[in-house]
């Protein structure tokens, strides 16, 4: 079935999701003032018509490890090859092909240093047709992860938007250790991040009361959020953006911030290499992006220079997978 673009009320649906993906529909039902059946019927027309997906996602962070960004350039005839072959690693958040054809970009998450350089130090520099391999660690997220970019979509009123959204998590005094049922559970919601407690209980060999507890303490000392997934051109997104930005070094967290506050930006961060930020953009056309370079990032202060580039192929989405 052909996408179809969203509704006001579809809309309102998805901020709430972003805003608490495992929301009870009766619960999102009351705030938008419909009935629980209309709720679910939506639901269910959103994943067939944009390929909703509401998926438990981790935040490597929260565990004490590092996010990392791989840039390769290589010969457009292993690109899409490599693309595929990295996306079947388990410690790979995205991998997209970018324009030109000659250039990946991978999100990495090593859950040690002996797996970032087994990839970094040994597999990708010595794999036939890679040119070059620059590998640049996120140093501090501005926009992202929990907060995902429907939160900017303002579907929903200030009363609505409160009565869903999380308490803030506390600050992290240590990183948190996960045992083998968090793992296990992680990966369940990784697939459905809106199973239920029976579903899970019944997949774990667990009591409910166990699932529960667990699922609590994960969302809570932030390990475990919940993305929302969906065609980005049914909300009339026709082009994805990546942007380096060389910035002098007092205007870095001025601009990353003002990053975050941009309608287009649905990830910024702070990264080591020669350009100290990158952000990732939801754009209506090639003409958006140049008035979006020109009329907002043209006007930060400090900015230096800055690299543009489309992504023409999501080959591999945020995922989590545990077990290495």
Do not use: C, F, W
């Given at each position: 079935m052909p996408s179809l673009s969203p509704d006001s009320l579809d809309l309102k649906l998805l901020q709430a999701l972003q805003l608490d993906g495992r929301a009870p529909f009766s619960r999102i039902a009351t705030v938008l003032g419909v009935s629980d059946p209309t709720v679910a019927r939506r639901y269910r027309r959103l994943i067939t018509t944009v390929n909703l997906r509401v998926l438990g996602m981790t935040d490597s962070t929260r565990l004490g490890r590092q996010n990392w960004i791989v840039r390769m350039r290589c010969t457009?005839?292993?690109a899409e090859r490599l693309a595929e072959s990295l996306a079947k690693r388990p410690d790979t958040l995205y991998v997209a092909l970018m324009s030109g054809g000659t250039e990946i970009i991978c999100g990495m998450k090593p859950r040690s240093t002996r797996d970032r350089d087994e990839l970094l130090l040994e597999r990708l520099p010595r794999t036939p047709h890679v040119g070059s391999v620059t590998a640049h660690c996120l140093l501090h997220r501005f926009y992202g992860g929990p907060l995902g970019w429907l939160t900017k979509i303002d579907a929903l009123d200030n009363d609505q938007q409160e009565a869903l959204r999380l308490?803030?998590?506390p600050p992290l005094e240590a990183p948190v250790t996960l045992e083998a049922a968090d793992e296990e559970l992680l990966s369940l919601l990784a697939q459905d991040g809106r199973a239920t407690l029976s579903a899970l209980q019944t997949?774990?060999?667990q009591a409910e009361s166990a699932v529960?507890?667990?699922l609590d303490r994960l969302r809570s000392t932030g390990v475990l959020y919940f993305d929302?997934?969906?065609?980005?051109?049914?909300m009339g997104h026709d082009v994805q953006a990546m942007l380096w930005l060389t910035v002098a070094p007092h205007a870095a967290a001025p601009a990353g911030q003002a990053l975050a506050e941009h309608p287009e930006v649905q990830f910024a961060s702070a990264t080591t290499g020669l350009a100290n930020l990158v952000a990732f953009g939801l754009f209506r056309s090639p003409e958006h992006v140049y008035a979006y370079l020109s009329d907002k990032i043209g006007v930060l202060d400090g900015i230096q220079s800055v690299e543009t580039a489309f992504i023409l192929r999501q080959v591999k989405q945020l995922t989590y997978e545990p077990g290495r």
């Open positions: 457009p005839d292993v308490p803030p998590l997949a774990t060999d529960k507890r667990r929302v997934q969906y065609d980005h051109t049914s």
